[in-house]
């Protein structure tokens, strides 16, 4: 039978659900409104929507990189504590999505969150999570993901359990032990120090000038009777100083004996020693919950306002 939009919009006005959950809802009950929130709910798909205003800014990263190195996926997926973050399946779960897009299509998350899910051929990867919000009793969401498909070698790196992943992408005609452990090292390195950018080439020019101006006129404030020559250099200083911090391969390498090796000399060591070609090309840098309002737990409170208090 033929469900009618005000139908849907009154299915999803009582239950929260989305609109696609409504009409298949309303088409699986031949339109019956009672049965139709009896089917949502006994899919999980009406607590779900219940819980979707809720903050999901805990959660962790995952990385999947296939056996020969050639190709990867990264993860984020978020809850709303991080008991949960912490909770075996919950992490079985992330790590199945991180399989999933591996393998998959999906340039984008409506993409993939059309795609038959990798647990349940029947359900799709928005319904399976629906399911998994209603079993384990938070919201959760699928946030973003990437992946790295190369001719040269792509290496994971998980800090924290989960707080922050990293892929780093290298252009390399060697897979020996020595190659990997120095991208390892090199994923570690953007890990901890969360660079902006992989090197100076993909620093955006009119950052570059606007950082001018501002820190020219952070200098002529410092050195009032300074010519432009003297304001010039203490520009460039500090802007070549500030480019050294968010480049990943002008860093200095967190790993250096002299405590003075960039990251790109390093790698160029081990390339040297290696006898191969070895160029970092990219990284992806993920942090949990980065950019998300974190929601502010008081236990004590929630139970006084529970009782009455």
């Not at 298949?24 to 009672?34: I, R």
């Not at 790196?157 to 989960?162: D, P, S």
């Not at 003297?230 to 480019?243: A, D, Q, S």
Request: aromatic share 4%; net charge negative; glycine share 6%.
């Amino acid at each position: 039978m033929a469900i009618s939009a005000k139908e849907v919009k009154e299915l999803r006005e009582m239950t929260g659900a989305g609109m696609m959950d409504c009409k298949k809802a309303l088409t699986e009950t031949d339109g019956d409104m009672d049965k139709a929130v009896e089917w949502l709910r006994e899919n999980g798909l009406a607590k779900a929507a219940k819980k979707a205003n809720r903050i999901a800014a805990e959660g962790i990263v995952t990385t999947v990189v296939s056996e020969d190195g050639k190709k990867a996926s990264m993860v984020e997926v978020n809850s709303e504590t991080d008991f949960v973050a912490k909770n075996e399946k919950f992490q079985t779960y992330v790590k199945e999505v991180a399989a999933q897009i591996l393998e998959s299509s999906a340039a984008d998350m409506d993409a993939l969150m059309a795609e038959p899910a990798a647990q349940d051929a029947s359900a799709t990867v928005k319904d399976y999570l629906a399911s998994m919000i209603a079993t384990i009793g938070e919201n959760l969401s699928i946030r973003r993901f990437e992946k790295v498909s190369t001719d040269g070698m792509v290496v994971s790196y998980i800090h924290a359990g989960g707080k922050i992943g990293v892929l780093v992408e290298a252009d390399t005609d060697s897979n020996s032990d020595a190659v990997k452990e120095c991208l390892r090292n090199v994923a570690m390195q953007a890990a901890a120090m969360s660079p902006k950018y992989t090197s100076k080439d993909e620093v955006d020019q009119a950052y570059i000038e606007k950082e001018k101006e501002i820190l020219a006129q952070e200098a002529r404030n410092e050195k009032p009777d300074a010519n432009d020559k003297i304001i010039n250099g203490m520009v460039m200083g500090r802007i070549n100083k500030e480019l050294k911090e968010i480049c990943l391969l002008d860093q200095v390498y967190v790993k250096a004996e002299d405590g003075k090796q960039s990251v790109s000399k390093y790698v160029e060591e081990v390339a040297k020693a290696e006898g191969c070609k070895l160029a970092i090309r990219r990284f992806i840098r993920f942090e949990t919950g980065e950019g998300l309002e974190k929601k502010n737990e008081d236990f004590a409170a929630e139970v006084a306002a529970q009782m009455g208090q």
